[in-house]
């Protein structure tokens, strides 16, 4: 079964300080990939998502990934955080199970930024 | 804007009660699936659910079963409550096609958290 690694549990910027959260999954073929943000007492929302061609995805905010497929990575950057950047990303590894297309996510980051 | 809804935001029961979660979206979305967050693990899938009445176990289906009559509706059910099931559990949709061959995003309700006295 695939798994999605996020090294950074916790992270803690000051505002207009660049930001790298990384994500490394494991499984062998074809995926796409997801980063997802809940900002405090928020839904889930999506930020960007990576299918195929130019291995550097644009979201929203300002946020941009970056999949490297021989290091399995899919790490997310911003070059200059907010205050209201402050919530918890979720890095998440699309997959063939079986005969489905199921998501599998990993641990989250925290991140707080000051102001 | 798709919209994912929960039947209750706050919810407190019994041990040994049994436990309806509702979820229902208005996008006529093929897949849904139900996880549950804790902290520091993250999202936890439960059930998928990739058609009316078809469903797949997650990860940790272990004390839950779920129900998917309408294409809209999909309910997790808690059998018989107990403490370790106390979580924030939350529903997501999304189109893809009866076979659960999907690359789309998610689409998450507000979560319902539940405790378990």
């Known amino acids: 079964a695939q798994s999605v690694s996020q090294h950074n549990h916790h992270v803690i910027l000051s505002e207009a300080a660049s930001l790298e959260l990384g994500c490394n999954y494991s499984?062998?073929?074809?995926?796409?990939l997801f980063w997802y943000v809940q900002y405090p007492g928020q839904h889930l929302q999506l930020l960007l998502k990576?299918?195929?061609?130019?291995?550097l995805v644009k979201g929203i905010k300002g946020f941009e990934a970056e999949f490297i497929k021989s290091k399995f990575s899919f790490n997310l950057r911003k070059p200059s955080v907010q205050w209201s950047d402050t919530a918890e990303y979720f890095c998440?590894?699309?997959?063939?199970?079986?005969?489905?297309?199921?998501?599998?996510f990993g641990r989250g980051t925290s991140l707080i930024v000051h102001p | 804007d798709v919209k994912v809804t929960q039947s209750s935001r706050y919810l407190v029961k019994r041990t040994g009660e049994k436990v309806f979660l509702e979820c229902v979206q208005d996008?006529?979305?093929?897949?849904m699936f139900w996880y549950r967050q804790d902290p520091g693990l993250g999202l936890r899938l439960i059930y998928f659910?990739?058609?009316?009445?078809?469903?797949e176990k997650g990860d940790i289906p272990e004390g839950y079963s779920v129900s998917r009559e309408k294409k809209e509706r999909f309910s997790l059910i808690l059998e018989s409550a107990s403490t370790n099931q106390t979580s924030m559990y939350l529903c997501?949709?999304?189109?893809?096609?009866?076979?659960?061959?999907?690359?789309?995003?998610?689409?998450f309700g507000p979560g319902t958290r539940l405790t378990v006295l």
């Open positions: 996008m006529d979305h093929e897949n």
């Open positions: 990576y299918f195929s061609g130019d291995p």
């Open positions: 997501a949709s999304r189109t893809g096609t009866g076979g659960g061959w999907s690359y789309n995003e998610q689409f």
């Open positions: 998440a590894v699309n997959a063939r199970t079986g005969g489905s297309y199921i998501p599998t």
């Open positions: 659910s990739y058609d009316v009445k078809m469903k």
């Open positions: 499984y062998g073929g074809t995926v796409n």
